[in-house]
């Protein structure tokens, strides 16, 4: 049975009451008890949800102890589970954030998910399964929220469910081959269709008296695509109807929450002091300082005061539909206008006067209007706080990652959820080549000592260039390892296992605002993520199962005093930041880390007559990889296998120049053999390195016998990806085009890195489609490139392209 058709017959379509009074878009009141009060302090968890979290710690139980048996199954001493589930009370509490960043951040979030997910194909053998069914909480923001949007409103269903009837141009789920700005493609009938049903939305929804934006039309358009089997994308579908279906009563999944951002009436943005909005299963509100309460979610679009109808037991319904609640928390149309191009401002007039009619001047007209506001006339706030948003008669939301944090950790780091360690997704794309580079993780440490974080903690994390240069945004990094460096802080936050996107077999740095894909690109970029979560489905280190088993277990272990096992100590040296950052690598010649005891890396520099650095590391046979200083790249010998079986081993890493290479390079990194230094002195091209623990080989059009190696190592199923760098005149008279091995020579617009290595074969799909990386990249009428950890830095490419191809959709309505 295909999986729409099970959908149809699920639970959630038979939930009437759950769904708008309406049955469409608009709301309408309904009768409620005349003593109702939908606002709540923030001053705890709601009893909803303490409730069901008790509930649902009864499920993560199981789940985290058959997890954690597979995860430790090599260690030498166990005895670390049977006091861990001697008692409900010392089960760890589990929860995954997942990151924004577009489509880009959908599969990469769900192939990230999925390695954790039991239901996935292969993730029990070759993934984390089974981490999933031990969450208990799943943040999303932004494209994040598309993922989680998707699978907790089709029932819960899983990532390899929508894999296996995953197709182009079928109605099935993210069949977005098509963009939600062009549906029908060059059938403009279709389009035409679909926009007159949301245009129909939008006035149903006005005339039962509540104001539209396109931050309405953002939601109704992707929803299509989200719920395809819901009459017009779910178009009557409620936020509240999860509350009602059978896989959230029996906590039988994580607790939903998805971020927006409150913004002043007549500003240009948010910042830190702007309030974050929780959306989650029963809740919608803030912990922050300007609000501080929390609203009834069911009850959103009811006029109160303080909380109580002004009507006395007159409520109203179907405000908090689903679409539009999406389109909030992914709403990123201002920003585009902010770009303040003649182009972008007549696409987005056109939009508005094609969809808003009369409100199409409106200066509220790109963000999310939630009229009348919840939180009028509420008194929860903080003295001394801007009381705008408990004064408005509207609240207005955007992005919840417009500020910069575009991993969602503020709610799962909070105190009063006492979750233990946190699994962050990153798939932001704010380095220049559109891969991570930390931001998040920074702006999310810095606001904890402004005035609207100064509740909440967040472990220390090193500075954003530091991130880039040390490499940390290029394999997992576990941050806060040692909860007794982390006292001085408001409370010891939860652990973070950090899993940024790498390109392992796919090259994964997209474009946010790419608006289509085929099924073939989808599925590389799922299970591309899949294979970021876990070092390349174990491949880059067998331990690493492990590794992830310790972290979720290191603040219980810590809080009762449990011994440490041997295994996770050499976990936690191999993964944990260790509080250096660019300044502690270029001037200590002693880098240890902060769990361990036993220093395991001695590095010392030293800079010879020819003005090259060589940098002698001695480390353990679990280390086979040095830093060079100078560029912050890892070096990693991949002919030195016979060494691991030694204690120690030493390398030897310099920099030298490449005379014969003219056009080429002006420098290149040998690696020399581990058994001498006898190559040193040598002038042929033997050497390879890691760019940020991704292995490359450069080559010289002129060294043939590198090309000969490369491939050789390629075919044999070493670690190494042919790369070939090309200067050529431009801007600073250097320009570098990267082309993947795995890639054709004409089809990469971003500098990406795909590591050409070894994996099982996992998600597989029922309809055919290659399980091998594209050949291909998909170029997006959109060529807009957003970098969304900063609201008022966006860069934009293809304005004309991008400007005629949407001024030709909207021509065809």
Known sequence: MQLKAVLLSSSILSIAHAWSPTNSYAPATVDCADDLNIIRAADGLSDSESSWVAKRDAVTQAALKTFLTRATSNFGDKSILNSLFSESSNVPRVAIAASGGGYRATFGDAGMVAAMDDRTDGANDHGLGGLLQGTTYLAAISGGSWFTSTVVFNNWTSVQDIINQMGDNDGSIW???????????TDTAFTNQRFENISGALNEKAAAGFPTSLADVWGLAFSYYFFPSLPEGGVGYTWSTIQ????????????????????????????????????????????????????????????????????????????????????????????????????????????????????????????????????????????????????????????????????????????????????????????????????????????????????????????????VELGLNKKPVFFGCDASNLTDLSYVPPLMVYLPNVAHSFASNISTLQLSFTAEERLDLIRNGFESATMGNFTEDPDFLGCVGCAVMRRKQEKLGLEWPEECQQCFTNYCWDGSTKDDIKNTTNISSTVSNSSTTTTTTTTDSADYTTILSTMNSGELSTIHFETSTTITCHECEQSTASPTVTYTTITKECQECEGGFTEVVTTVSCEGDEATESDTHKYTTVSSWTTTTEVCTECEEMDAMASAGISSGAKVTTEVQVTSQAASSTKSSTKSSTMSSNDVSEISHVSSISIPAVLQVTTGIPSQASSSSSSSLYSVVINENTADRLSFQGILTLAAAVVSFVGLI
């Open 175 to 185: 069949d977005i081959e098509q963009s939600a700005l062009s549906p029908g493609g």
């Open 244 to 467: 009602e279906t059978d896989v959230f009563q029996n906590a039988e999944m994580p607790y939903l929450i998805q971020l927006g951002k409150a913004q002043l009436p007549g500003a240009v943005g948010v910042d830190f002091s702007s309030p974050t909005i929780e959306v989650t299963p029963y809740d919608f509100g803030s912990w922050e300082p300007s609000i501080k309460s929390f609203a009834e979610i069911k009850y959103l679009g009811t006029e109160v005061s303080n909380g109580s109808p002004v009507t006395p037991g007159q409520c109203v319904e179907g405000f908090d539909n689903v679409n539009f609640l999406i389109g909030t928390c992914t709403n990123l149309i201002e920003y585009v206008e902010q770009a303040n191009s003649a182009y972008y401002n007549a696409v987005i007039d056109q939009l508005a006067t094609l969809f808003l009619g009369n409100s199409s001047s409106n200066s509220d007209r790109t963000l999310a209007i939630y009229s009348p506001n919840p939180f009028k006339g509420t008194t929860n706030y903080e003295s001394g706080s801007d009381t705008t948003f408990v004064t408005e008669d509207k609240l207005l939301l955007v992005d919840g990652g417009i500020d910069g944090q575009v991993i969602p950790f503020i709610p799962v780091m909070k105190e009063e959820r006492g979750v233990d360690v946190v699994f962050a997704l990153d798939q932001t794309a704010d380095a220049d080549d559109l891969f991570p580079n930390g931001d998040s993780l920074v702006y999310t440490y810095e606001r904890q000592f402004t005035e609207a974080g100064k509740f909440d903690a967040f472990p220390y994390v090193p500075d954003i260039e530091s991130f």
